[in-house]
């Protein structure tokens, strides 16, 4: 009998662990094609919720999901492994050695994974612009163990301030942002409420309102540039009255190692540094076996979700650069970008092994909502309905906040699982502290 049809993605991100659990539930379970997902990480946590695991608002183990699990349940392989290459003539992508936490131990030899159909999904990471200091002083939330460094790094922070006899440094407790996108904005909102709760809970010599200090500095004329004025405008006003320093038009030049330097020429005093501005996609696609890839990595794709070099190979998400017609050169970079077009590439793939012609994809912009912790939730929500982008703010746009990601379970898991989850989780909220603690 022939081998089934063997689809490989690499990603396991918000959209490549969705089309891996929709094309297992489907194609896996009756063995009509074989699906393979790898992933350099063991387990898998939506990047969106990252900023929270760095302020201590979620408990990364608690909303993680083990990628062995998923495979199991939902009838596709994992496996564990860095891809570095691609050799498209031999239809195998090549796998770099994996090792063990401390970097020791080689657990799995370099190896490669054949394909009948490949699907890039490896996401996107921030992008420094090889500022001087940025690598060794600054901290990104590309990745969950990021996530949790900042946050061992924020509470020692207050463990040391609040066990010294002398007056504060001049940086201590300040935490510098840079970039005013969504994510250095929420990262803002929810730091200013953790820090306050954290303090409470035994830190009793800080004071928060003299002593934590929050900067975000923006390149750019204002903050959320992506974002319509109004969505801005409301989110400023709430940092202000936060007291969080806001500084526009001030590109940065330099991180050093308690200070953030900036080409006006002012040093900004910090003692945690987040990189938070601009992305880029892995540097390896920038040459991968001949595939075209813009300046910032992205293989190019058609609106089929083809790279534009080889048909058997699909490129989805932040590492992905597919035409929005009339609109911009790419689709954004977006969970919701990587979930419309994991599910449209899902029916795709089907197609294709039925010897279909494949359907164009159109990216929906349904809005974007920035979440400002427990404050409040801005944005702009998208429908033809409304004639353009209508403005939500508070109780509204939280519930729309929080629905973004019950999507995303929803897609992994199914609804009773979720309505499940949901219940659970707002019985155990009462008998665990608000914030992370460690
Ligand atoms: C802090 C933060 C907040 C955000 N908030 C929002 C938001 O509110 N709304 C929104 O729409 N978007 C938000 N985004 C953007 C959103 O997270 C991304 O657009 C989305 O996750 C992209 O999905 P993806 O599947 O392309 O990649 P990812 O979700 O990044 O997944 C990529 C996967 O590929 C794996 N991988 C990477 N390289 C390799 C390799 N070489 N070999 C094997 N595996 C590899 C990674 O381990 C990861 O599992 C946020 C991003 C961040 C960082």
């Given at each position: ?7 490989v ?70 496996q564990?492994g860095?891809v570095d290459g691609l050799d498209?003539?031999r239809r195998v992508v090549r796998i ?13 030899p370099r190896r490669e994974i054949h394909y ?323």
């Amino acid at each position: 009998m022939a081998e089934p049809h063997h689809i490989v993605i690499v990603g396991g991100g918000a959209g490549g662990l969705e089309l891996a659990t929709r094309l297992g539930d489907s194609l896996g379970r009756d063995k009509r094609a074989r699906t393979t997902l790898i992933d350099c990480a063991r387990t898998h946590l939506w990047k969106p919720l990252l900023h929270e695991v760095a302020a201590g608002s979620l408990d990364l183990y608690e909303h993680d999901l083990d990628y062995l699990a998923q495979a199991r349940w939902h009838h596709f392989d994992f496996q564990l492994g860095r891809v570095d290459g691609l050799d498209r003539a031999r239809r195998v992508v090549r796998i770099a050695p994996t090792y063990d936490e401390d970097k020791n131990e080689e657990l799995i030899p370099r190896r490669e994974i054949h394909y009948d159909m490949l699907v890039i999904a490896v996401g996107s990471r921030t992008n420094d612009f090889g500022t001087p200091g940025a690598r060794e002083y600054a901290i990104s939330l590309d990745t969950p163990d990021q996530a949790e460094h900042f946050h061992r790094r924020l509470v020692n922070a207050c463990i040391r301030a609040n066990a010294q006899t002398t007056p504060l440094g001049p940086g201590q407790l300040k935490v510098a942002i840079i970039g005013a996108g969504a994510t250095g904005v929420e990262l803002a909102a929810e730091l200013h409420k953790t820090t306050r709760e954290l303090v409470a809970y035994g830190f009793g010599k800080i004071d928060p309102e003299r002593d934590i200090r929050m900067t975000i500095i923006e390149a750019g004329p204002r903050i959320l540039p992506a974002l319509p004025e109004r969505v801005a405008l409301a989110a400023q006003d709430l940092l202000k009255s936060l007291h969080v320093e806001v500084l526009t038009g001030e590109r940065v030049t330099e991180v050093q190692a308690h200070s953030v330097l900036t080409a006006s020429g002012r040093a900004i005093p910090a003692e945690l540094t987040v990189w938070a501005a601009g992305i880029k996609a892995p540097d390896f696609l920038a040459d991968l076996d001949g595939l075209e890839s813009n300046r910032l990595n992205q293989l190019i794709v058609h609106q089929t979700l083809q790279t534009t070099g080889d048909p058997d190979v699909f490129a989805i998400g932040d590492c992905a650069c597919c035409p929005w017609p009339e609109h911009a050169p790419c689709v954004p970079a977006r969970a919701q970008a990587a979930h419309q077009e994991a599910t449209h590439l899902f029916r795709n793939l089907r197609r294709r092994l039925e010897g279909k012609p494949l359907h164009t994809y159109i990216y929906r912009d349904f809005g974007s909502l920035v979440s400002l912790g427990e404050y409040s939730t801005v944005g702009s929500l998208m429908g033809k309905l409304m004639g353009g982008a209508l403005f939500v703010e508070g109780f509204f746009a939280r519930l729309m906040y929080i629905a973004l990601y019950r999507m995303h379970l929803y897609a992994l898991h199914g609804a009773a699982i979720v309505i499940f989850d949901l219940l659970g989780r707002l019985f155990t909220r009462r008998t665990e502290p608000r914030v992370k603690l460690h």
